[in-house]
């Protein structure tokens, strides 16, 4: 079983940057589809960015501004987010899964606890 531990968010003014880390362990990720989500208070946690067989899916509220990446060595993914809006604010959430997935998070199986962003205006 996959353990995923994420880290990196924080308090940002908008226009900065953060950047998540989410560190596997127990398996190695490196074939797996990577995701990362988010979720506001009273909204349903939404796709922010995923990799899957070669492809990268973006939301379209992200595009030209967050980038997922890995470390297959370290065993790491990550979640590069510029320019940051107060809209961003959420808990974001790293996942992983060993299927054909769609970005949507009834299709990941392993989950990392969460880790607060929240941008000020």
């Known amino acids: 079983e996959v353990q995923l531990v994420e880290s990196g968010g924080g308090l940002v003014q908008a226009g900065g940057s953060l950047r998540l880390s989410c560190a596997a362990s127990?398996?190695?990720?490196?074939?797996?589809?990577l995701g990362w989500f988010r979720q506001a208070p009273g909204q349903e946690r939404e796709g922010v960015a995923c990799?899957?067989?070669?492809?990268?899916y973006y939301k379209l509220s992200v595009e030209g501004r967050f980038t997922i990446s890995s470390d297959n060595a370290k065993n790491t993914f990550y979640l590069q987010m510029n320019s940051l809006k107060p809209d961003d604010t959420a808990v974001y959430y790293c996942a992983v899964d060993q299927g054909l997935v769609l970005c949507q998070a009834t299709d990941f199986s392993s989950w990392g606890q969460g880790t607060q962003v929240t941008v000020s205006s």
């Open positions: 990799f899957n067989l070669g492809s990268t």
């Open positions: 127990g398996s190695k990720v490196d074939d797996y589809a």
